[in-house]
Every structure is written in structure tokens, then in C-alpha cells.
């Protein structure tokens, strides 16, 4: 009995439609430490700038939640792609990691890892691909927090919730429309996390830090290159 190649054809050609539709600028692959916070903030971006699905890829990591994992998964789903999801092998000029200080044993490791790949990888246009950690200390809403308020000395993580709350009543892990929430505010934000990126890093924890900024101008500038 002939073998029924429907199934494979038709994801070929979805694939073929995905590429068609892509955009003129950077393919972007952003893989998250959490499952729903950071993917529902990010796709609420994508949905309001109308970016291309087919650019800006966002995928919660698969292999855990330790930022060591977050960074080798990206590696991982950069090379070998995901024909579940629709992700070709090595289809993106960025790969962004997105995890947190929290109190993860794997931090450091991960951010050295990050470095280490950086430019290092090609992809299916032989380019050197750009590949960052882009991580918080604590926490991813340090970055929201600074949309409210100016953090400038070490803060807990459960600080921050307790104080973000008072803003954003009711805002819990995972929850949806916080772009929307706090778009006015991005600018504010923005230059607050830069502000403290002058006097700290990513290695500098306890300081508080976030590189949730860089990923968000990126992403609210593409808008200006469809």
C-alpha cells in the first residue's frame, strides 16, 4: 500500500507559507524560564505591533526552569528546530533566553553559557546569529515594577510582588493584558532599567537589573520596519 504523504506535504507547504510571509527584518526566537508570565507579555507586543508569528518566535522553555536549561533549550530549538511547532532549524538572526535571579543555583552558569554562543552560531543564511541571556535580578517584574517606581537598592522578590501589586491590583504569575496595562509607562520604564544598567549587570546580584528593556525597544521598534 502506498505510503500517504499528505500530512508531510501539507506541512510543507505551511512552512513554505510561513517563509513567504516573513517580514523584512531580524527573525527573532525568544525562549522564557516561565510558561505563561513572560510568553503572555511578549505575544501581547507581537499582537499589538502586528508582528509576523513567522519573526518573532516565543517558546517557554521545554527542558526546565533553571536558567542553565532556558539557555540550552534555546541552543537546542535554534539547531534542531520543531516541526510540531513549526520552527525550522536555524531560522533566526536573534535567540534571546529570558530567566530570572531568583535563587537559581544555574544563573551564573547560564549567563556564561549566553556569552559563550554569542555569535558563534550560524544560521541557514551562514550568518552569526546574536544570542543573549536577558535576565532580572530578582525577578521579571522588577521590569514592571520600574514602570511605577524607581528601584535602586537590592529588593526580595516577594518585595517586589507586594509592591507591584499595590499598582497593578490583583496581578499575579501568568496573568494577561499587562502590556496593555502598563504600555503608557514603557518610556518611564525603560529609561529607569537603563539607568540602572550604568550601575549594574547581570552578574552584579544582588542590585537590581533587568534587561527586559533591551527585548522590549527591539520588539516595539519593528513595528517601524514592516
Do not use: C
Not at 507579555?41 to 518573532?56: G, K, M, P, W
Not at 494577561?176 to 552584579?204: E, G, N, P, Q
Amino acid at each position: 500500500m502506498a505510503r500517504d504523504n499528505a500530512p508531510r506535504e501539507r506541512h510543507r507547504r505551511q512552512l513554505e507559507r510561513k517563509k513567504a510571509h516573513r517580514a523584512s527584518y531580524d527573525r527573532i526566537l525568544i525562549v522564557s524560564e516561565g510558561s505563561k508570565t513572560e510568553p503572555h507579555y511578549f505575544s501581547e507586543i507581537r499582537a499589538t505591533y502586528r508582528l509576523h508569528t513567522a519573526n518573532v518566535v516565543l517558546q517557554p522553555s521545554q527542558l526546565g526552569t533553571e536558567p542553565i536549561q532556558v539557555v540550552q533549550y534555546a541552543r537546542e530549538l535554534f539547531i534542531r528546530g520543531d516541526g510540531h511547532r513549526h520552527i525550522q532549524q536555524r531560522a533566526f538572526e536573534r535567540v534571546y533566553a529570558v530567566f530570572d535571579r531568583d535563587e537559581h543555583e544555574s544563573y551564573i552558569n547560564a549567563l556564561n553559557t549566553a556569552a559563550s554562543l554569542d555569535g558563534k552560531l550560524r544560521n541557514d543564511n551562514k550568518q552569526p546569529v546574536i544570542f543573549k541571556a536577558i535576565a532580572s535580578v530578582p525577578s521579571f517584574e522588577l521590569w514592571l515594577l520600574l514602570h511605577y517606581a524607581d528601584i535602586l537598592a537590592p529588593i526580595h522578590r516577594d518585595e517586589v510582588m507586594r509592591r507591584l501589586k499595590g499598582h497593578i491590583p490583583g496581578y499575579e504569575k501568568g496573568a494577561k493584558d499587562i502590556f496593555a496595562t502598563t504600555r503608557d509607562r514603557v518610556d518611564v520604564a525603560t529609561r529607569r532599567a537603563r539607568a540602572l544598567a550604568t550601575r549594574h549587570s547581570a552578574y552584579t546580584d544582588p542590585e537590581p537589573y533587568t534587561a527586559i528593556a533591551e527585548l522590549v525597544t527591539l520588539l516595539t521598534t519593528l513595528r517601524n520596519k514592516q
